[in-house]
């Protein structure tokens, strides 16, 4: 990915990113978008809003299979993690710093078109799962739940923190020995704060993404817009469907 401003899918578009603009859709939202309302960013220009908190009230007609994922977000204190939740949720992006204690888990509701000849409308549900580094420090046991079944793990650094990039992939590789050998998890590099002052840059990003097959996002929680969000959001489930897809060549699940 060269630019911040929408990401693209890499993977031979598996999923109809346009279809999220569509009346189909927008119907699917209406269901998602209640309860804290006031909460939410208000993406006035495209008068639509986000709002993925609680489980979906659809009307018969479209409800849809459900696949539900765990996906886990690591990275050092205050490199964004909860406010990359918060962002994906199209919640406001709030400045006052609470690192986060224990473990959070927020489920995010997404639906998605396949580019399939009969062209299924899935719901995914991902279990965002969010904890400061500490608490893996001061006790194992968290970072053992974190890892169990999970399908994705999310890698997010600052855009300011080079040093930590450059041991990114000694990390990925650390942690992608806690998979269960029959049954791996994916995963997401995203780049944090990147409408600060950056070390790092697109290039960097590209250049990372193509050495080791994992796609790097270049993110900013202050600036989201539906947009670009729907667009991280769909990429993340066709991440998880991807890795279903392999996962069952080699049978160890049933798509
Ligand atoms: N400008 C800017 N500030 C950000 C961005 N993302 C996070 N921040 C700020 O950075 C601080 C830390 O963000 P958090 O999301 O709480 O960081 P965290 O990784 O969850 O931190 P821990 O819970 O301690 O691990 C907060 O003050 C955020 O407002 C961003 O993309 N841009
Ligand atoms: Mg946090």
Redesign the pocket.
């Known amino acids: 990915m060269t630019t911040m401003d929408v990401p693209r899918s890499d993977d031979g578009g598996l999923f109809d990113y346009q279809w999220i603009n569509r009346e189909e859709a927008e119907k699917i939202l209406e269901g998602l978008k209640k309860r804290h309302k006031n909460e939410l960013r208000d993406f006035f220009n495209e008068n639509k809003l986000l709002a993925l908190l609680s489980g979906p009230s659809l009307s018969v007609g479209l409800s849809m299979k459900q696949y539900r994922y765990k996906v886990l977000l690591i ?1 050092k ?8 939740i918060r962002a994906l949720q199209g919640k406001q ?8 204690i224990g473990i959070q888990t927020t489920a995010i509701y997404w639906p998605v078109k396949l580019n399939q000849p009969n062209r299924p409308t899935y719901m995914f549900r991902l279990d965002m799962w ?1 904890t ?2 500490s608490s893996f420090q001061n006790f194992d046991y968290i970072e053992k739940d974190c890892f169990e079944s999970v399908d994705l793990v999310m890698f ?1 650094i600052s855009a300011s923190d080079r040093d930590g990039f450059n041991h990114l992939p000694e990390l990925i590789n650390e942690k992608l020995t806690q998979a269960s050998p029959t049954r791996s998890f994916s995963t997401i590099v995203f780049i ?5 002052l950056s070390d790092l840059t697109a290039s960097d990003a590209e250049q990372f993404q193509t050495k080791y097959n994992v796609p790097v996002y270049l ?4 600036h989201t817009n539906f947009r670009s969000t729907s667009s991280y959001l769909t990429m993340i489930c066709e991440r998880l469907w991807k890795r279903d897809l392999e996962l069952s060549m080699t049978g160890t699940i049933f798509v």
């Open positions: 990275g204190s205050s490199c964004g993690k909860t406010s990359l992006s709030v400045n006052d710093y609470q690192p986060t969010d400061g580094p997010v944090t704060k990147f409408d600060q993110f900013s929680s202050v």
